[in-house]
Each structure stands twice: as structure tokens, then as C-alpha cells.
Nanobody, 121 residues
Framework: VQLQASGGGLVQAGGSLRLSCAAS?????MGWFRQASGKEREFVAA????????YYADSVKGRFTISGNNVRNTVSLQMNSLKPEDTAIYYC??????????????????WGQGTQVTVSS
């Protein structure tokens, strides 16, 4: 499955950005991870199509909202109240089959090319 993400950019602290991602094939869940310079890739948010459940990292809970369409295999991440520590490359990812483990990147099957989000202070 190929993934195409868009929507990154530069924003001031307190601002908002919306990331979008479209998958070329069927997915069971879709999510976002991010990787800041010099750090490991970390979970941000995910949505499961089986029951519509959403999951968030504690660091973004209440500020970010994940939503999507399981028929079109698209997902979006609305990011509000952005902080400089949100600066990272954001990656869209999918599970192409039912699997446990929402926050483990090794449980996902395909990844997008990444989109840069930079939050200035």
C-alpha cells in the first residue's frame, strides 16, 4: 500500500496545522508517528476502523484530533495549540491486517514519505 501525506509546514507556537494522508489500498487502521531530529520515532495518534477507536500519545492528547474515512482509506490529523516540541517529521502509517499494538511502530505495515512540521517559539 502506498501512502501520500500532505499538510506540513511552518507555524508559530499556539497555531494549527492539518495533516492528511491517503492510502492506495485497504487498511485496517491508520495512524501517525513523528520523529524529531536525533530522537526515535514516536507514536502520535491512530484510528482503528473496526470500531472507530482513536488513540493518542499523552503529549498530544487534547490538542490533536485524528479522523478518517475507512471507505476512502484516508486519515487526517488536526493539530492545535502547537508547541515547539511538536517539531518533527510526521509519518503516516497503516496496518493492512488486524494486529495488536497501537503504539509500536513495528506493528505497522507501510509508511508514507514523511512531512515536516516546524513550530517556532
Amino acid at each position: 500500500v502506498q501512502l501520500q501525506a500532505s499538510g506540513g509546514g511552518l507555524v508559530q507556537a499556539g497555531g494549527s496545522l492539518r495533516l492528511s494522508c491517503a492510502a492506495s489500498g485497504r487498511t485496517f487502521s491508520m495512524g501517525w508517528f513523528r520523529q524529531a531530529s536525533g530522537k526515535e520515532r514516536e507514536f502520535v495518534a491512530a484510528i482503528s476502523w473496526s470500531d472507530g477507536s482513536t488513540y493518542y500519545a499523552d503529549s498530544v492528547k487534547g490538542r490533536f484530533t485524528i479522523s478518517g474515512n475507512n471507505v476512502r482509506n484516508t486519515v487526517s490529523l488536526q493539530m492545535n495549540s502547537l508547541k515547539p516540541e511538536d517539531t518533527a517529521i510526521y509519518y503516516c502509517t497503516i496496518k493492512s491486517r488486524l494486529r495488536a499494538g497501537v503504539r509500536d511502530p513495528t506493528r505497522y505495515d507501510d509508511w508514507g514519505q514523511g512531512t515536516q512540521v516546524t513550530v517556532s517559539s
